[in-house]
């Protein structure tokens, strides 16, 4: 069961990885619910450019393989003590972004009737403690 719930958050590193290359290459779906606004603004407090999207999507993929990694899924990069921190890591981060960071993202955010606020509280932040609880089971495998 463990390694089912492991490889379902793995997808959906990867269907978020393909989300962001979309955005990067021009885009515009759900764009505009993923990026933090002022409270009286449509404009995004920032605005990533290609090559930052594109990492975000990069470190997707590397969130997913990772996770496969540690299910030994892959022949070729067997899971060792780095992937278990790397796992340990991820977990923090995770949980870290769920906390936010006290004005835009996160739980504890001060704004929170803007469109991107509303779907933190709702989707986003709660993604990210079921990430942070994954990656945290996943370096204990």
Same mark, same amino acid.
């Not at 990067?24 to 619910?33: E, Y």
């Not at 002022?38 to 470190?59: I, R």
């Not at 899924?73 to 790397?86: E, G």
């Given at each position: 069961?463990?390694?089912?719930?492991?490889?379902? /958050?793995?997808?959906?590193?990867?269907?978020?990885?393909?989300?962001?290359?979309?955005?990067?290459?021009?885009?515009?779906?759900?764009?505009?619910?993923?990026?933090?606004?002022?409270?009286?603004?449509?404009?995004?407090?920032?605005? @990533?450019?290609?090559?930052? /999207?594109?990492?975000?999507?990069?470190?997707?993929?590397?969130?997913? $393989?990772?996770?496969?990694?540690?299910?030994?899924?892959?022949?070729?990069?067997?899971?060792? @003590?780095?992937?278990?921190?790397?796992?340990?890591?991820?977990?923090? $981060?995770?949980?870290?972004?769920?906390?936010?960071?006290?004005? *835009?993202?996160?739980?504890?955010?001060?704004?929170?009737?803007?469109?991107?606020?509303?779907?933190? /509280?709702?989707? *986003?932040? @709660?993604?990210?403690?079921?990430?942070?609880?994954?990656?945290?089971?996943?370096?204990?495998?």
């Amino acid at each position: 069961m463990i390694n089912i719930l492991i490889g379902l /958050t793995s997808l959906i590193f990867i269907l978020i990885g393909m989300l962001h290359v979309f955005w990067a290459f021009g885009g515009s779906w759900g764009v505009n619910a993923a990026l933090p606004t002022e409270d009286n603004s449509k404009s995004p407090v920032l605005q @990533p450019g290609m090559a930052g /999207t594109l990492f975000v999507g990069l470190l997707c993929f590397f969130a997913a $393989v990772l996770l496969f990694v540690q299910l030994d899924l892959f022949a070729v990069i067997p899971s060792s @003590p780095l992937s278990k921190w790397l796992c340990i890591a991820g977990g923090i $981060v995770f949980l870290l972004r769920a906390v936010g960071e006290g004005k *835009y993202v996160g739980f504890f955010k001060k704004i929170k009737h803007t469109r991107f606020a509303k779907r933190d /509280t709702a989707f *986003y932040s @709660p993604l990210c403690i079921w990430i942070s609880f994954i990656f945290l089971l996943a370096s204990f495998i």
